[in-house]
């Protein structure tokens, strides 16, 4: 692994526990940072101070759908992943600007994913 990949900050905005864990175990046995958070406003205040140098985001959680999220991390030039059971053409466009990785997903296949759009970036 590229040691612009190694030691990367990956925000993982995630509500079901065990997904979200089962991402974040992933990313560590990579070498790489998770951030993790169960909201929106949560992952909001985050990118409000900080910029990740990648993100996986589901599409729905309790407090909102992740759109604000998913525009911020457009306009910070933060590639993303959408790993989401919902189908990518019923949600809102600005989804589509990332990598789409439906549920269930490997999470092993998500980190290769991340990887290489932190290599690429």
Do not use: W
Not at 22 to 49: R, T
């Amino acid at each position: 692994m590229s040691e612009h990949v190694q030691g990367s900050a990956v925000l993982v905005v995630e509500d079901q526990a065990l997904v979200a864990l089962d991402i974040e175990d992933a990313l560590e046995q990579a070498g790489l940072v998770p951030i993790s958070f169960n909201s929106c406003a949560q992952a909001e205040g985050y990118l409000a101070e900080y910029r990740p140098d990648a993100a996986v985001i589901d599409v729905g959680l309790p407090d909102c759908e992740c759109t604000s999220v998913a525009e911020k991390l457009f306009d910070q030039g933060v590639p993303f992943v959408v790993h989401t059971g919902a189908l990518i053409d019923s949600v809102d466009p600005v989804f589509r600007l990332g990598e789409f990785i439906p549920k269930p997903a490997d999470a092993e296949a998500i980190v290769d994913r991340i990887r290489s759009m932190i290599a690429a970036a």
